[in-house]
T-cell receptor, first 115, second 115 residues
Framework: DVKVTQSSRYLVKRTGEKVFLECVQD?????MFWYRQDPGLGLRLIYF???????EKGDIPEGYSVSREKKERFSLILESASTNQTSMYLC??????????????FGEGSRLTVL | AQSVTQLGSHVSVSEGALVLLRCNYS??????LFWYVQYPNQGLQLLLK??????LVKGINGFEAEFKKSETSFHLTKPSAHMSDAAEYFC?????????????FGSGTRLSIRP
């Protein structure tokens, strides 16, 4: 089975702190995604990457950056956390061209609280 | 632009009753369509998907959905609800067929089951 592992299930940070959310997948998928989930808003795409060192902005990239130095790892960075970034963050991956039906494989989520 | 609308943020049914969760989509090209389920404190997992071919799609846990192009709908049904079906359900549409197909999610429907 595909496994997508997010390093922290629950984090509490203070306003202004730099926050790293790590995600690792073990199925050699080309594509990786970071979503933010908020009640009533569904999932909103922050950033995605279709190859190592490649990244594309999603719908709500402001206040976030990403890093993909290795194929299996995709990191989400909050340079200076703010209270409005309190949310559930979901990492996902999918196969690349030829094997991609659009299905995403999700991690269990990281619930971030910014005080 | 592609979009997904889920009618009803919260649906409550009795155990053993029919489950019907509604989803309408907007897409300028033939879509790939998905239903995902999220149990409490977990990530999303795929229930079922429509890509091409048969318009009635069967998924896990007794759920099925029918793609109706004329109605731009992809409603999720289950003949008899179980207590274990209580979860949040997301409809999603895949935009394009490139290597990093972008998935657009609806805002979710929380399903409650009454004993």
């Amino acid at each position: 089975d595909v496994k997508v592992t997010q390093s922290s299930r629950y984090l509490v940070k203070r306003t202004g702190e730099k926050v790293f959310l790590e995600c690792v997948q073990d199925m050699d998928h080309e594509n990786m995604f970071w979503y933010r989930q908020d009640p009533g808003l569904g999932l909103r795409l922050i950033y995605f990457s279709y190859d190592v060192k490649m990244k594309e902005k999603g719908d709500i990239p402001e206040g976030y950056s990403v890093s993909r130095e290795k194929k299996e790892r995709f990191s989400l960075i909050l340079e200076s956390a703010s209270t409005n970034q309190t949310s559930m963050y979901l990492c996902a991956s999918s196969p690349g061209w030829g094997a991609n039906t659009g299905e995403l494989f999700f991690g269990e989520g990281s619930r971030l609280t910014v005080l | 632009a592609q979009s997904v609308t889920q009618l009803g943020s919260h649906v409550s049914v009795s155990e053993g009753a029919l489950v019907l969760l509604r989803c309408n989509y907007s897409s300028s090209v033939p879509p790939y369509l998905f239903w995902y389920v999220q149990y409490p404190n977990q990530g999303l997992q795929l229930l079922l998907k429509y890509t091409t071919g048969a318009t009635l799609v069967k998924g896990i846990n007794g759920f099925e959905a029918e793609f109706k192009k004329s109605e731009t709908s992809f409603h999720l049904t289950k003949p008899s609800a179980h207590m274990s079906d209580a979860a949040e359900y997301f409809c999603a549409v895949s935009v394009g067929y490139s290597s990093a197909s972008k998935i657009i999610f609806g805002s979710g429907t929380r399903l409650s089951i009454r004993p």
